[in-house]
């Protein structure tokens, strides 16, 4: 091939690209990241994982000081008051650090940013407003947006009708939210808005919330948030919305079918799912389609068809989660570099960062059984875990899913204040072929919620201690 600009092109500055776009350059290739947004990161730092994040945290602050939880632990917060301003101040500082971060780690790593849109001219071209860049490798890192639903309009720009970028950023506490869609990101920013004092309203199209996960954590999820007040109607779809001074008109009808009824809100949150971000990349001139999906189909090194065209992150088939994205973007730079990098799919952590918060790792017990395996599976409940209980964190179980026969552990599910962080020591497990017996037999420290995790391992062989 003859000189080319750089070694490897990323297009795409998300969680996926950014990584593979450093670790190529600390392999010592020649990397550009092309990003047409104003600031590095992607969905996850700029309007995702982040921004929701300092959302979440500083609602829940306001929750515990306003509605009794710490008053039960004797910390009297008179006259509680939001300033939401305030609140949408500190989520800009966090966006605003870790992207400017990135690029600190760009100049650190001297990869160069090509900002603007990219597209191929040929496998080895990218055109960036009307300039041509070459690389020996290409790598597709385009993210992901929001599935629209037709219908209802979404206007992010003061609108009523939001998707979540929009719902990161209204100006006010809404009377009466309606969100459409009972998945995590309907769960997360319903959430948020229901504890800054929305009345909220989940309206989802299955006959229980958080699809892909364990059905027993489904169906506990639905007992959770009505606990906490979010009014759930479940098997129902929303069919169309009409806007009209500030409010929404919703028309609502059974899933299966029937008689159609109205609501009414002040704000609108679809939140349907994401689909992968392809247009424009005029992958026609490169010979690659997507799938019906509309993903790039890649092989196990995140190679496309095309010769030295390669794909991850949100726009290849698989979770749409920002660690996914950057385990990708490791690997890709690395095989790419000629060493062998590896993602192992089957063992990639699922959270959902409410109160408490959702995790799973690895295979729901009806996948496992749908594999072919014998399972045995034990749920401990957060209720007989010590430091929940002290706590006062009583909702939730852990339940890990092993092999009957191996003993070998195949998923675990966990719902608790802290399953984010316990789920990392079941998918370290994993990584490793642990047993159920390797869990119940490891040391847990006392008192943590991660004892709950040793005890559900110990109840898979029939004898936990606490219940
Ligand atoms: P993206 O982060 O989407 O980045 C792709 C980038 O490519 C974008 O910046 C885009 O501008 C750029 N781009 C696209 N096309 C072009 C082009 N032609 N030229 C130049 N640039 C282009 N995941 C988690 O794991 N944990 C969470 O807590 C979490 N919270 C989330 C909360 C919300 C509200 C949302 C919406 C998502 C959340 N996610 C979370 C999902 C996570 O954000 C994505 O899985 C992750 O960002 C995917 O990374 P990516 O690199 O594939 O793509
Ligand atoms: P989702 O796939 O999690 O949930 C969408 C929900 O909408 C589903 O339950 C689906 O049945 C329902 N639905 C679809 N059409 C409907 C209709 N017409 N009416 C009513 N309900 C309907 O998608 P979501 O919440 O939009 O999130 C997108 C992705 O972003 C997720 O897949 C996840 O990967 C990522 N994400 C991850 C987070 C995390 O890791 N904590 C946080 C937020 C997003």
Same mark, same amino acid.
């Given at each position: 091939?003859?000189?080319?600009?750089?070694?490897?092109?990323?297009?795409?500055?998300?969680?996926?690209?950014?990584?593979?776009?450093?670790?190529?350059?600390?392999?010592?290739?020649?990397?550009?990241?092309?990003?047409?947004?104003?600031?590095?990161?992607?969905?996850?730092?700029?309007?995702?994982?982040?921004?929701?994040?300092?959302?979440?945290?500083?609602?829940?602050?306001?929750?515990?000081?306003?509605?009794?939880?710490?008053?039960?632990?004797?910390?009297?917060?008179?006259?509680?008051?939001?300033?939401?301003?305030?609140?949408?101040?500190?989520?800009?500082?966090?966006?605003?650090?870790?992207?400017?971060?990135?690029?600190?780690?760009?100049?650190?790593?001297?990869?160069?940013?090509?900002?603007?849109?990219?597209?191929?001219?040929?496998?080895?071209?990218?055109?960036?407003?009307?300039?041509?860049?070459?690389?020996?490798?290409?790598?597709?890192?385009?993210?992901?947006?929001?599935?629209?639903?037709?219908?209802?309009?979404?206007?992010?720009?003061?609108?009523?009708?939001?998707?979540?970028?929009?719902?990161?950023?209204?100006?006010?506490?809404? #009377?009466?939210?309606?969100? %459409? @869609?009972?998945? /995590?990101? $309907? =769960?997360? &920013?319903?959430?948020?808005?229901?504890?800054? !004092?929305?009345?909220?309203?989940?309206?989802?199209?299955?006959?229980?919330?958080?699809?892909?996960?364990?059905?027993?954590?489904?169906?506990?999820?639905?007992?959770?948030?009505?606990?906490?007040?979010?009014?759930?109607?479940?098997?129902?779809?929303?069919?169309?919305?009409?806007?009209?001074?500030?409010?929404?008109?919703?028309?609502?009808?059974?899933?299966?079918?029937?008689?159609?009824?109205?609501?009414?809100?002040?704000?609108?949150?679809?939140?349907?799912?994401?689909?992968?971000?392809?247009?424009?990349?005029?992958?026609?001139?490169?010979?690659?389609?997507?799938?019906?999906?509309?993903?790039?189909?890649?092989?196990?090194?995140?190679?496309?068809?095309? #010769?030295?065209?390669?794909? %991850? @992150?949100?726009? /290849?088939? $698989? =979770?749409? &989660?920002?660690?996914?994205?950057?385990?990708? !973007?490791?690997?890709?730079?690395?095989?790419?570099?000629?060493?062998?990098?590896?993602?192992?799919?089957?063992?990639?952590?699922?959270?959902?960062?409410?109160?408490?918060?959702?995790?799973?790792?690895?295979?729901?017990?009806?996948?496992?059984?749908?594999?072919?395996?014998?399972?045995?599976?034990?749920?401990?409940?957060?209720?007989?875990?010590?430091?929940?209980?002290?706590?006062?964190?009583?909702?939730?179980?852990?339940?890990?899913?092993?092999?009957?026969?191996?003993?070998?552990?195949?998923?675990?599910?966990?719902?608790?204040?802290?399953?984010?962080?316990?789920?990392?020591?079941?998918?370290?497990?994993?990584?490793?072929?642990?047993?159920?017996?390797?869990?119940?037999?490891?040391?847990?420290?006392?008192?943590?919620?991660?004892?709950?995790?040793?005890?559900?391992?110990?109840?898979?062989?029939?004898?936990?201690?606490?219940?």
């Amino acid at each position: 091939m003859a000189e080319t600009d750089f070694d490897v092109i990323v297009i795409g500055a998300g969680p996926g690209g950014y990584v593979a776009a450093i670790r190529a350059a600390q392999l010592g290739l020649k990397t550009a990241c092309v990003e047409s947004r104003e600031t590095l990161g992607g969905t996850c730092l700029n309007v995702g994982c982040i921004p929701s994040k300092a959302l979440l945290h500083g609602s829940e602050l306001f929750d515990e000081a306003a509605h009794g939880t710490m008053a039960k632990f004797g910390v009297i917060a008179k006259d509680v008051s939001l300033d939401l301003d305030a609140m949408m101040g500190e989520k800009m500082t966090a966006v605003k650090e870790l992207t400017g971060g990135i690029e600190f780690l760009f100049k650190k790593n001297k990869v160069t940013w090509i900002k603007g849109k990219g597209s191929f001219v040929d496998a080895s071209t990218i055109k960036v407003d009307g300039k041509d860049y070459t690389a020996k490798d290409i790598v597709i890192a385009t993210g992901s947006s929001v599935t629209p639903l037709p219908g209802v309009e979404v206007d992010n720009d003061g609108g009523v009708i939001v998707d979540s970028t929009g719902a990161l950023k209204l100006p006010k506490v809404p #009377e009466h939210m309606v969100v %459409i @869609g009972g998945g /995590v990101i $309907g =769960l997360e &920013l319903g959430s948020v808005w229901r504890r800054l !004092g929305a009345r909220v309203t989940v309206v989802e199209f299955l006959d229980k919330l958080l699809p892909g996960m364990d059905d027993d954590v489904r169906k506990e999820a639905a007992k959770v948030f009505k606990k906490q007040g979010l009014e759930l109607k479940l098997s129902t779809k929303v069919t169309g919305a009409t806007v009209k001074d500030g409010k929404a008109t919703l028309t609502i009808e059974p899933s299966a079918g029937g008689d159609a009824e109205t609501m009414e809100a002040d704000a609108v949150l679809v939140a349907i799912g994401r689909r992968p971000n392809t247009d424009g990349l005029n992958l026609e001139a490169i010979g690659l389609e997507t799938n019906q999906r509309g993903q790039i189909e890649i092989d196990h090194d995140f190679a496309t068809k095309v #010769e030295g065209v390669w794909a %991850i @992150g949100d726009c /290849v088939p $698989g =979770l749409m &989660l920002a660690h996914k994205a950057e385990d990708e !973007g490791l690997a890709v730079a690395e095989n790419i570099a000629g060493e062998v990098g590896i993602v192992n799919h089957a063992v990639i952590p699922t959270v959902v960062y409410t109160m408490p918060e959702f995790a799973g790792v690895g295979m729901t017990e009806a996948a496992a059984k749908e594999a072919g395996h014998t399972v045995k599976s034990f749920k401990f409940p957060m209720m007989a875990n010590s430091r929940a209980k002290t706590n006062r964190e009583p909702d939730g179980f852990v339940k890990i899913i092993a092999d009957a026969e191996t003993d070998r552990v195949l998923g675990a599910w966990i719902i608790a204040s802290l399953a984010g962080t316990m789920i990392a020591q079941v998918a370290q497990a994993m990584e490793f072929g642990a047993t159920s017996e390797d869990i119940a037999y490891t040391c847990h420290a006392h008192p943590t919620h991660s004892e709950a995790v040793k005890e559900a391992a110990m109840g898979v062989k029939g004898l936990p201690i606490h219940i």
